[in-house]
């Protein structure tokens, strides 16, 4: 099983799309759980990554919307794309593990 490992600088350009000073909680916040998301996902503790990822993204998602168009904006909503599609494909793999493990019992 491959561990998946975003773009050497999505967490970079994601720390650099600050977001306006009202909502930069919201931002931080969803940066720390994503950072959390990043490392639980390369550790294999998927569960927890998955959560973390699910939790970041909200908060990531508020302070984009407060974010007016333009190249940050668009940064972050790559990035924002980006982890949705892991956060996707970990519930995948998470959900096939749960499966696995009733049908063994």
């Avoid at 940066?31 to 390369?42: G, K, Q, S, T, Y």
């Avoid at 998955?50 to 993204?57: E, I, S």
């Amino acid at each position: 099983q491959s561990t998946w490992v975003p773009a050497a600088d999505s967490l970079e350009t994601l720390a650099e799309a600050r977001a306006p000073a009202g909502d930069s909680s919201e931002f931080t916040k969803g940066l720390m759980l994503v950072r959390l998301a990043v490392a639980a996902d390369r550790d294999a503790v998927l569960d927890h990554a998955l959560v973390f990822y699910q939790n970041g993204l909200t908060y990531l998602m508020r302070a984009m919307k407060a974010l007016p168009e333009g190249e940050r904006k668009s940064a972050l909503r790559l990035r924002v794309m980006e982890y949705m599609d892991r956060a996707e494909a970990i519930k995948e793999l998470v959900a096939a593990k749960r499966a696995s493990s009733r049908a063994k019992r």
